[in-house]
Each structure stands twice: as C-alpha cells, then as structure tokens.
C-alpha cells in the first residue's frame, strides 16, 4: 500500500499580514483560523495520512501555506526560493523536515525563483506557472533536477493568478479543472479541461483514487465532481482564501517515500 505522508505547519499568529496580491485584503479571524486549519489537518489524517508537523516560522505570515516551499517528485525534494523576499525564510525548517523523511535534497538557487503552488504535477507531467512568483530560470533549474527521474516539465503562461494552483489541478483520471475567468489560456489544456462553476472549486488535494478534498466554499463544484463518480472531503478554509489560499497551498502530500 502506498505511503501517504503530509507536511503541514501551524498559522502564525501574524497571519493576517499575509501578502495579497490579486485581490483587496480583508480582515482575518485569526481564532476560525486555526480552528479550519485543525479541521484541515483532521481530514487528512482521517482520510489515512500520515500528518508531519514542520516546524513554526511564526515571523513569517504566510507560513501556513507550506505547499509553496519545496516541489517534491520520486525521492527528491527541490527546495523553492519563493518569488516574494518576505517568503524565503519560510524553507529553512521545511528543508530539514523533508530531510529527516529521508528525500534527497535539491535547491533552486538566485536568479531563479519558483513557488511550490506553481507546480501541478500528474503522472509523468510537471506544470510549472510562469510569470508571477516564479520566474524561467526558476523553471529551468527544476527541470534539470527532475529530468534524471524522467519528468516532463511544461511551462505554462500565468497572468491572472498568484499560482498555477490558484487556477487549475487535477483530479485522479487526470481531467484539469479550472475556473474559466482565471486560466489564461483554456485552449492549453485541451480536451482535458473541465470548467467549474466556481473559482474555489477549480482546487482539489487528491486524497485516493476515488476521493478528494475541496472548499465548501464551492458547493456547486463539489456537486459536479461528485457526479463523476468522486467522494468529496469538504473543508471550511475561508480565512485561508482571504489570502489567496487554497486546499493544495496549506500542505505537502509525501507519496510513497
């Protein structure tokens, strides 16, 4: 059976001061905060993962949002250097989280930058947003860490987003959804495309093959993927997407190492 690990790490109490860069900042209640956090966590873990808390950065406001400090693929974790300056110390304590784990180490290193929310990964193919937190020489040096482990890295265009996760992931079969007025290009997908009604719905965590976790934010979504067939884990994130949080930004998922 696959191991199924999860990073996560708790909001820092200066949460509210997170960077906003698409859309008017709003106040944060920092109390539901936590409290949707902790409900994150518990979905996971009942959905049988394994949770690894990474170490507070409680200087860092967006540090909840953990996803955006490594890319990880087979046995290897690449270490971003995040696009904001305020983010970058964010990967220290995660680097030596994946590092106990047991992945091998890999840095993007100045002049890249590159957020792990930019990365959509499925199967063989590597996604990699282009052109807000991550730059192309970001996107460079990760393709030539994952080319020895035979990833396909495609750059893909992004305008409308702070990442290439903000606008569109994957469900199990592979099908992209996305919420149309945030994708800059549908026609890239192709035939693989699927619209959602709503923008929280265009971000799924894939819990197995036949389950997904998503935003009550996003009933009318919720209501189209269960109709393919998927069982939907839905979670309360609102203070999360007040900063232009998603389900994929507040943890790593660690398969099979």
């Not at 906003?20 to 966590?41: G, M, S």
């Not at 929310?117 to 052109?131: I, P």
């Not at 069982?231 to 994929?248: A, M, N, Q, Y």
């Amino acid at each position: 059976m696959e191991t199924r690990k999860a990073f996560v790490r708790r909001p820092s109490t200066r949460l509210a001061e997170g960077l906003v860069t698409h859309i008017e900042r709003r106040p944060v209640d920092f109390e539901l905060a936590q409290k949707q956090w902790q409900e994150y966590v518990d979905a996971l873990r009942g959905a049988g993962w394994q949770i690894i808390e990474v170490d507070p950065a409680p200087d860092c406001p967006d540090s909840a949002f953990i996803e955006d400090t490594m890319v990880v693929y087979g046995s290897v974790a690449v270490i971003a250097r995040p696009g904001a300056d305020e983010r970058k110390p964010e990967t220290a304590a995660a680097e030596e989280a994946a590092r106990r784990v047991g992945y091998q180490i890999k840095h993007i290193v100045a002049p890249g930058t590159l957020d792990g929310g930019d990365v959509l990964k499925h199967g063989g193919t590597v996604w990699v947003g282009q052109g807000g937190r991550t730059n192309a020489e970001g996107v460079r040096q990760l393709r030539e860490h994952l080319a020895p482990l035979g990833a396909n890295v495609i750059t893909v265009p992004l305008s409308k987003v702070l990442h290439l996760k903000s606008a569109v992931t994957a469900l199990p079969d592979g099908t992209i959804i996305g919420y149309e007025p945030l994708v800059d290009d549908v026609e890239f997908w192709g035939d693989a495309f699927l619209g959602m009604p709503e923008e929280p719905g265009s971000h799924v965590v894939i819990l197995d093959p036949n389950t997904v976790l998503m935003s009550s934010s996003g009933p009318e979504s919720i209501r189209k993927i269960q109709a393919r067939g998927l069982r939907v884990v839905p979670v309360d994130i609102s203070e999360f997407e007040k900063l232009e949080g998603c389900v994929t930004c507040l943890s790593v998922r660690l398969r099979g190492l």
